[in-house]
């Protein structure tokens, strides 16, 4: 049996980071929000660019993030005038028992008074977190993500099938694995509704790609077809493609599908793999399994990527030695070892699955050590999921390929 | 010596891990590093493509990842280069319409 070393969260959730965590609900506050987390050891600042309206899928997203148990402490820096307020962050963080702290800019005269008593609030937080110590516990605690970006021919043939093992071995030793990034599974509909737990599973996953594409056509974007650049890499069907995205999930049952979006936000219920209903940009994707608790953050690239994360530790996967050698200072893993039979996939495997559980226990991976802190929340169109719901599929779906074509039918 | 990846047992293609040249021999790598079978390349193959491992029957399903990805529109001779041209989608032809990457 593995475990990890964690910090335990009043709510009995297990951190592999101590972050303190300076949210701001709308970017008008994110300035003096850096200045705060820049004054003190352990913060960082995150925001959101959607404006300032109630819009639950970004408040959803940033309550999540404040949950994530990486997050010991919270200070919600409001401006003052926004409808996406402090208060509703916190009632949605509060229950985790965590410190949550609020500051208005406007109600503390200016962002000189707020960022004062800012730095003294999350210097006293500071404080009491570095009072707490790593304890071991079970894989049953851990959550993984999953993500590719910047993919190329070696990501569906080394990096992700080696994520995959990863994967299904933290699966194994009960823990919960997430991956998302819904149009990438155009294509698989039938092999991943294969591996769902239940019927009602095996169909909120079809209902997910299909609503997926329907998005995307619906914007002009024909999700079923590939780029030139897929083809000249040696990718022959979309089935191919998706086939090798899907596989840095593994191979284990899908216990469900999880929204992050309009309709609600869900966190996994139980362990196992689940799939989040999630954007394809990398960044913004990351954050969404991020705001559903996953604690770490593996990441195959191909072409090279160089992105971390504010709240989870990422790992680096390469399948591409040639990048592996150009960027060591941005991979964490050569994958690469197994198309020349150096390295078995099995091996690169196990390999990952010793860095999540030590990354977890407090190690650091090269976009962490480098301070990349990224965060970006990712919103869908309003607009667009209203008319998903309202217009007929033929509607939608017209026939034409071309985005040109497609803007021009008539009701759009 | 050049290889190919065999990802799943049920394949019948490999993935070349660099360009191939006609008449190189491949070594076929199980993702366990075992030689599975050392082809002769009939026509070049360029990283990151597909030869077949058997000869294959038009209509017959093209196996990776263990998962049908597509069909062959014509005979496919075991060796061969395994692409657009000779394979469609089982579920939509393939097309690039230049918009979205990878």
Redesign the interface.
């Given at each position: 049996m593995t475990e990890f070393y964690g910090f335990e969260r009043p709510d009995g959730r297990v951190g592999v980071r101590n972050h303190l965590l300076v949210l701001t609900p709308m970017d008008c506050s994110i300035e003096p929000a850096r200045k705060i987390a820049a004054q003190v050891e352990g913060a960082v600042a995150v925001t959101q660019h959607h404006g300032c309206g109630l819009d639950w899928m970004v408040a959803n997203t940033l309550i999540g993030a404040g949950r994530n148990p990486n997050v010991a402490g919270v200070l919600l820096l409001g401006l003052g005038c926004e409808t996406l307020t402090c208060e509703v962050l916190a009632e949605g963080i509060e229950p985790t028992g965590k410190p949550v702290e609020t500051l208005v800019i406007q109600e503390e005269g200016g962002s000189v008074r707020a960022t004062e008593r800012g730095v003294r609030i999350l210097r006293e937080m500071a404080e009491e977190v570095s009072r707490l110590r790593r304890e071991p516990f079970p894989l049953s605690e851990l959550t993984l993500a999953v993500e590719c970006g910047g993919?190329?021919?070696?990501?569906g043939?080394?990096a992700n099938?080696a994520v995959g093992v990863a994967a299904d071995m933290l699966v194994d030793e009960g823990g919960t694995v997430i991956f998302g990034e819904t149009?990438?599974m155009t294509?698989?509909q039938h092999?991943l509704a294969r591996r769902a737990v239940d019927g009602e599973v095996a169909e909120a996953i079809r209902a997910m790609i299909a609503r997926q594409e329907l998005r995307?056509r619906a914007a002009g974007?024909?999700?079923?077809?590939?780029?030139?650049?897929?083809?000249d890499?040696?990718l022959?069907?979309?089935?191919?493609?998706s086939?090798?995205a899907i596989?840095k999930g593994g191979t284990r049952p899908i216990q469900g599908v999880l929204k992050a979006g309009r309709g609600g936000f869900d966190y996994p219920s139980g362990p196992g793999l689940w799939l989040q209903d999630g954007t394809g940009s990398d960044v913004p994707s990351v954050t969404g399994m991020v705001a559903a608790g996953a604690q770490v953050v593996a990441f195959t690239t191909g072409r090279g990527s160089t992105t971390g994360h504010a709240i989870a530790p990422v790992l680096k996967v390469t399948g591409n030695p040639g990048t592996y050698s150009r960027m060591e200072d941005n991979m964490d893993v050569n994958a690469g070892v197994?198309?020349?039979?150096?390295?078995?996939?099995?091996s690169v495997g196990e390999g990952i699955f010793r860095d999540v559980v030590e990354v977890a226990s407090g190690r650091m991976t090269k976009a962490e050590a480098l301070g990349y802190h990224d965060f970006i929340v990712y919103r869908t169109s309003g607009l667009a999921e209203r008319l998903l719901d309202v217009c007929p599929p033929e509607a939608i779906r017209g026939g034409k390929?071309?985005?040109s074509e497609a803007a021009l039918e008539p009701g759009f | 010596m050049a290889?190919a990846?065999k990802?799943d047992e049920r394949d019948n293609v490999a993935?070349v891990?660099s360009d191939v040249g006609v008449g190189e021999v491949v070594?076929v790598?199980s993702?366990?590093?075992e030689v599975l079978m050392m082809p002769e390349m009939k026509e070049k193959v360029?990283?990151?493509?597909?030869i077949a491992l058997k000869d294959l029957e038009r209509g017959e399903e093209?196996v990776?990842?263990g998962?049908?990805?597509?069909v062959a529109s014509r005979s496919i001779g075991a060796g061969a280069w395994?692409?657009?041209h000779n394979?469609?989608?089982?579920?939509?032809p393939?097309?690039?319409?230049?918009?979205?990457?990878?």
């Open positions: 993919s190329d021919a070696t990501s043939l080394a099938p149009q990438e294509g698989t092999v995307m974007i024909d999700s079923r077809f590939m780029s030139k650049g897929n083809i890499g040696g022959t069907t979309i089935e191919e493609k086939l090798g596989r197994i198309l020349d039979g150096s390295g078995t996939l099995r390929r071309r985005p | 290889k990846i990802i993935t891990t070594e790598l993702p366990e590093g360029g990283f990151g493509h597909k093209v990776k990842y998962e049908v990805i597509g395994v692409h657009t394979v469609e989608s089982a579920r939509v393939t097309s690039a319409h230049g918009g979205e990457g990878a």
